[in-house]
């Protein structure tokens, strides 16, 4: 499968089952898309008889009235050596063997630690319900924080590296529990010879000295929100007095962030359809001095008013383009920030499990209630059908984790002719099955989204790298 677009000045040519990526010059981009064509309507994989080249080459000739037919020869001759090679017109080799993904590795690797289920914040896009998950307002003890821990490295198996996220609500209104499975964990990591990454996602509202510190010693990763612009987050990040959030929160995040120095930390922001131009936000959050930044769209139900539109996406996408060209000048000027979305890595990324099968939710990764109840991920949480057990007896509902070790992209039959599959593993679950009622259906608009991304990633990697090479 070949995927190709023309995105700022750059001809991409992706192929996909290898995940090679050619920047090409316009008469090789036309006679890779003819070869394409010849493919689709011969069943050829790009191995194309003298007849068939032979046409290909008059048109492109045509077509390009300046180049010779030896050009196109050559061309020819670099595609054949490709294909050769794997590096072109390749095949899936694991299609056919669906079975190897049926019996994945359920051992645990990642809790989500909905320590606090409350807020001191009332988002009105907010997917937990102010934090309460469609249930009552709750914290997390000591008690069951340690025994989460315990859950987890007990059914981690061989894991070395495992991760712990601290959630909510707004986990900072139970902050002694933070300190404390902290604290335990780390003790515990030694005796079982683990490695335990913990994670804080905070609104900023009880970020103080104490926070900062803490979690500049013992925070593998810290993620703060911020919707950018002071107008854009008040909109809809406010007080439980109804009052805009950006002054509390603005110099609380930037003494944090700048206190993390070399560790690791994102500001995370969510657009909506009242910031369609979401890229001003993050050129804002990037000029306020933080330079590790992730934007998210809104999931909601289509009836709301601050939900996405089919009308959007033109101004979205455009958005994305914006995005990536800003960030290739600043990086020339010696300014750059990292975009969550456009972290790709062509040469040491994901094994090709990973990204097949996806994000691990119901298999190795697991949200755990105040209660100690689990469910596949924090999006889950509330919904009674999907709790899986609990920490204490472990994972009782195994026709479910059943169901979510098969989720993986060939149990999504619309991403069978999908260039960006291997690059979003299948998509999010909890947004399939909020939007079709299946963790195996398709969130088609998030999907147009991603694969809007991804081609904004993969010309910055091709800019990049014909960049190092002038």
Request: charged fraction near 25%; aromatic fraction near 10%; charge should be negative.
């Amino acid at each position: 499968m070949i995927h190709q677009y023309k995105l700022n000045g750059f001809n991409i040519v992706l192929d996909v089952n290898s995940g090679s990526v050619h920047c090409v010059d316009d008469v090789a981009y036309d006679i890779i898309r003819l070869f394409c064509v010849s493919a689709e309507e011969n069943g050829n994989e790009g191995v194309l008889t003298e007849d068939e080249k032979d046409g290909i080459c008059s048109q492109i000739l045509k077509e390009h009235p300046e180049v010779t037919e030896e050009d196109v020869r050559e061309v020819f001759s670099d595609i054949d050596a490709l294909r050769e090679e794997g590096k072109l017109f390749s095949s899936d080799l694991f299609e056919p063997h669906p079975e190897l993904l049926k019996n994945r590795d359920t051992h645990v690797k990642a809790l989500c630690l909905h320590v606090a289920h409350t807020c001191n914040l009332s988002c009105s896009y907010c997917f937990a319900s102010q934090g309460k998950f469609h249930g009552e307002r709750a914290l997390m003890s000591a008690e069951t924080a340690r025994a989460a821990i315990d859950f987890l490295i007990r059914e981690s198996g061989t894991h070395y590296n495992l991760d712990v996220d601290f959630f909510g609500g707004e986990p900072l209104m139970n902050w002694e529990v933070v300190k404390e499975t902290v604290r335990y964990g780390r003790q515990q990591e030694k005796l079982h010879n683990k490695n335990i990454r913990f994670t804080l996602t905070t609104n900023g509202v009880g970020v103080n000295d104490e926070v900062i510190d803490f979690s500049n010693r013992e925070m593998h990763n810290v993620v703060l929100s911020l919707d950018g612009r002071k107008e854009v987050h008040d909109r809809f990040r406010r007080t439980i007095n109804d009052e805009g959030s950006y002054d509390i929160v603005l110099p609380k995040f930037r003494k944090f962030a700048a206190a993390r120095g070399d560790r690791e930390y994102y500001m995370r922001g969510t657009y909506t359809h009242c910031n369609t131009d979401f890229t001003e936000d993050i050129l804002h959050m990037a000029d306020m001095g933080f330079d590790r930044l992730s934007m998210e769209p809104v999931v909601t139900d289509s009836s709301d008013p601050v939900a996405l539109t089919e009308e959007d996406l033109p101004v979205l996408y455009r958005q994305y383009e914006i995005l990536a060209e800003e960030m290739l000048k600043r990086q020339k000027e010696g300014n750059p920030f990292v975009f969550y979305h456009y972290m790709i890595d062509l040469e040491a990324g994901p094994c090709i499990y990973k990204r097949i099968a996806g994000c691990g939710a119901g298999t190795e990764y697991y949200a755990v209630t105040p209660w100690g109840d689990l469910y596949p991920c924090h999006q889950f949480v509330g919904e009674e059908k999907f709790r899986m057990g609990d920490i204490f007896s472990g994972i009782s509902a195994k026709d479910l984790q059943e169901e979510f070790a098969a989720n993986n992209i060939y149990a999504h039959e619309e991403c069978a002719d999908c260039w960006a599959k291997l690059y979003c593993s299948g998509g999010c679950a909890a947004n399939a099955w909020h939007g079709t009622g299946s963790i195996s259906g398709v969130y088609e608009y998030g999907c147009k989204l991603f694969r809007k991304r991804m081609e904004c990633a993969l010309m910055m990697k091709a800019a990049e790298a014909l960049a190092a090479e002038e």
